[in-house]
């Protein structure tokens, strides 16, 4: 979609209003539209516009940039009902949000709510091309800063749902740092991709036996931005790329793996987020770290028993081999912390269904071992609405994943029925060994049963907002 900015109105096909009680009131509009929150109403324009179409705020003083984000996506819906090619959307303080609190929100809400993943349907594919955002003369030239920017992130965001939605074997750990090969270079990214002989030579022997029952190698894949060329500080956001989860030899049933192409979401939520970083010349230091296999059955595929060593020297017993994704993070954390000393370690992982049962597909489980790094996490979150809640990693838990035979073993606490996020998350913390570091199990929320306002049915691409938000501030 194409934005511009412009404190004078347009010709365009629609008019999008989004519009508070109070001003209903005021125009004399209440009698045919009352704008409660959710609400649209499409009638035709009486001026040079096809059609206005109008969506509910509520009350002014009670908005938030959700609800306009919301109500945006609505609003959308109808332009691309009615095929509207071009929309008109002006921006405007609103109770407690500024002008640019009101355009930038209007614009997510817009943007992301015109996604489909519609590259497999072979009938008419219907979006809004243009929307004209107007504003006030004296903010005009920061609104456009302002829509610069999030355009950027929400095709960003938009990239992320595309290349998750897409087939497994398309998206398989090879093709996926091919594709990361070409953002680098877009974007200027330095890369380095370890493949299955230089994790042989490492002994990264955890990512290695996960990816054994796959026709494509298991791949490492490190990106890195240096926006302040002046410190050596970076943070490390490392995503679990398990391209495919069949759970392995402990194959999972009907009903639970069907949608398990997107266990890579955390390893494309930390591309997409390098790449925004990179497109918006941020300031910040940032390295993306992508451990990518296939978890598969096949005749060379691992098996549960077997005992592995990981890089870090220490041994692991795999009692399942569907616990694959703290195996990939524990190898490429530990790598990550000795070779390149970043100043703190975020991980973001489809890691377990018992993330589901706790906390449903609204918001992602925080475990961290330092308050500091959490906070920010936290308050990224609540901005973007992308939202986050701390679980506890006390010592207990980490008893629970030591193991008989070998140092560790990979399922835990009653064969995993118990505190499922938290031993998962305790796993991977055993692996790292000084550096602040976060996780974050985003199993629910990066896929969606159904469409939800902004955020369409399946691939989400949860996280990215969060995350530019965060290492920006950071
Ligand atoms: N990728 C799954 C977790 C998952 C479940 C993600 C549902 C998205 C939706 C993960 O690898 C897995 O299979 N976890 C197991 C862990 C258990 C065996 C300790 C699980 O949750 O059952
Ligand atoms: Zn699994
Ligand atoms: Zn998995």
């Given amino acids: 979609m194409d934005i511009s900015v412009q404190s004078r109105p347009q010709k365009a096909d629609a008019n999008v209003i989004l519009l508070v009680e109070e001003d209903a009131l005021e125009k004399g509009l209440k009698a045919v539209f009352a704008p ?27 908005a938030t940039k959700e609800k306009i984000r919301r109500a945006a996506s609505l609003a959308v819906l109808e332009a691309k009902k009615i095929k509207a090619d071009s929309c008109v959307l002006h921006s405007r303080s609103c109770g407690k949000l500024s002008e640019e609190d009101f355009a930038s929100a209007a614009m997510e809400g817009f943007i992301l709510g015109d996604y489909a993943f519609d590259k497999y349907r072979t009938d008419e594919k219907i979006h809004v091309k ?22 950027t992130i929400c095709d960003n965001v938009a990239f992320a749902r595309d290349t998750i939605n897409d087939n497994a074997d398309r998206m398989n750990p090879e093709a996926i740092a091919v594709l990361a090969g070409k953002v680098a270079k877009e974007s ?9 002989k230089e994790m042989e030579k490492l002994g990264m022997n955890l990512i290695l036996a996960v990816g054994r029952g796959s026709q494509y190698e298991p791949k490492l894949v490190i990106l890195e931005h240096k926006g302040n060329p002046r410190s ?42 390098i790449k925004t970083l990179a497109e918006l010349g941020s300031k910040a230091n940032v390295m993306a770290v992508m451990p990518l296999a296939e978890n598969i059955v096949g005749s060379r595929a691992y098996k549960p028993g077997d005992v592995f060593r990981a890089y870090n020297g220490k041994t692991v017993e795999i ?12 190898d490429a954390i530990s790598f990550i912390e000795k070779e390149y ?23 992602a489980a925080l475990l961290s071992n330092d308050e500091k790094l959490a906070g920010k996490i936290f308050e990224a979150g609540q901005k973007t609405y992308e939202r986050v809640w701390q679980l506890p990693l006390y010592d207990e838990y980490r008893e629970e994943i030591k193991g008989e035979t070998s140092d560790l073993k990979n399922l835990a606490y009653n064969n995993g029925k118990y505190a499922g996020v938290i031993t998962g998350a305790a796993f991977i913390g055993s692996f790292v060994e000084k550096t602040p570091w976060a996780h974050l199990d985003i199993a629910g929320v990066s896929w969606y049963e159904k469409d939800r306002f ?4 399946g691939a989400t691409g949860w996280g990215v907002r969060m995350l530019v938000e965060m290492l920006e501030g950071f």
Avoid: Q
């Fill in 341 to 363: 000393r970043p100043k703190a370690i975020i991980d973001l992982a489809t890691l377990t269904g018992a993330c589901l049962v706790c906390f449903g597909e609204y918001v």
């Fill in 454 to 457: 902004h955020i369409k049915k």
């Fill in 319 to 330: 009692n399942t081999t569907d616990a694959e994704g703290r195996l990939v993070l524990a």
């Fill in 130 to 151: 243009k929307l004209a955002l107007g504003c006030s003369s004296k903010s005009e030239r920061r609104i456009k800063n302002l829509a610069r920017r999030t355009k």
């Fill in 232 to 273: 050596n500080e970076t943070t490390a956001i490392v995503g679990k790329g398990i391209t495919f989860d069949s759970g392995g030899i402990n194959l999972k049933p009907t009903g639970f793996i069907e949608t398990m192409r997107d266990d890579k979401s955390g390893a494309i939520a930390v591309l997409a987020t």
């Fill in 188 to 196: 200027g990214l330095k890369i380095r991709v370890l493949g299955k």
């Fill in 36 to 62: 409660e929150f959710g609400k649209t109403f499409v009638k035709p324009s009486g001026n040079e516009f096809r059609a206005d179409i109008l969506a509910g705020l509520g009350k002014a003083k009670e």
